[in-house]
């Protein structure tokens, strides 16, 4: 790729040979990619070089204020070989939106794809083939001006880093506990809950400690004015299958825009589901559940693909789904999903490219 500069490392550092030992986010591999941004020249001097630690001012705007976008994708092995990512575009087009909220200079989208595509290619050799294991891409854009002012800064650094990382679910799908939390919440009205800036997940992280403690998995977030309405859970989308209808919560500047979410919501109509993008409560949810027609509950993100929901806390009550098994929507949807990443079934959407 032309204007792409690549610097050699001295020595490569020693690959996985267990790969069922990767966990999630624990590695790196040799390099990044980096590219700069000033007022005066724009995005340039684009560059792949040995991954290691950078050298930061410590007034260095972003680690004070958060002026930081981050992306989460990820990279295939298929069974033919083939090296795959999944709409990697969206991850793109997604993170312009947030730079924008977060007043930071937006990407080409094609130029950045092109490099990400690039390093991905580069470091091939690290992405791991076994049953739901891949190689996850984690570009980010920091403010890098070493200057104590609450302002936007006229400098930043674009980074791309792999990490190669195990089977979300070491013994296959499985069901999972989930707290409805109804005093913390992630995302206000006006706010930054639609973009994937670093102080949204730096707020959230109480709630999961306190409802970790207590067993559960993830929180389900609600909305900060009422406390009424389902947004997300953890980090990844909410949906509820109720009588046979698939319901996710609308995005809005509250929700992140899942790429799973977006798809999910693609690929079930497709295979005949009815599902509807609309504000859905708790009393909905629990109503629905006391009167036998809660038939399920999911969520969708990159890391997991689907986690079906087993046991909902909400105040006192535990509400027991599917009978402890995975529900028929979910595990449909994450064979037909991960079918389509991984080149084992047709891919009428054209979701998967190629690297
Ligand atoms: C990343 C993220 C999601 C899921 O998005 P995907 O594109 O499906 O991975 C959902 N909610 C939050 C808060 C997230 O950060």
Known sequence: MEN???????????????ESSLGFGKLTTDYMLAINYTGAKGWHDARIVPYGPLSLDPATSSLHYGQLIFEGLKAYKTG?????????????KRMNTGL???????????????????LVNTER????????????????ILATDPVLGVTASDSYLFLTILSPVGSYYKEGMSPVRIFVEDKYTRAGAG????AKCAGNYAGTMLAQKLAAANGY????????????????IGTSNAFFVISGEVITPPTSETILAGITRKSSVELLRSLGY????????????????????????????????????????????VMKLTG??????????????????LCKKADPFGWVYRV
Request: aromatic share 10%; proline share 5%; hydrophobic share 35%.
């Open 100 to 118: 924008e909220r977060l007043c930071i200079p937006t990407l080409d989208e094609d130029f950045t794809l092109d490099a990400i595509r690039e």
């Open 4 to 18: 792409l500069r690549f610097e050699k490392r001295a020595e490569l550092k020693q690959k996985p040979t267990d």
């Open 217 to 232: 998995a993830q929180v389900m977030w609600l909305d900060g004015k009422e406390r009424r309405y389902v947004e997300e």
């Open 274 to 317: 009815t599902v509807t993008e609309r504000p859905i409560t708790t009393d909905e949810v629990y109503d629905a559940y006391k009167a036998g027609r809660l038939d399920e509950a999911f969520a969708t993100g990159t890391a997991a693909v689907v986690s079906p929901i087993g046991e909902l806390g909400w105040k006192d009550e």
């Open 125 to 140: 050799g690290w992405i791991p083939s076994g049953d739901g294991t891949s190689l996850y891409i984690r570009p980010f």
């Open 324 to 341: 402890g098994k995975i529900g028929k929507v979910a595990q449909t949807l994450y064979d037909e999903l991960t079918g389509i990443q």
């Open 191 to 194: 706010g930054t809950g639609y």
């Open 80 to 92: 033919g070989g083939e090296i795959v990512m999944f709409r990697p575009r969206e991850n793109i």
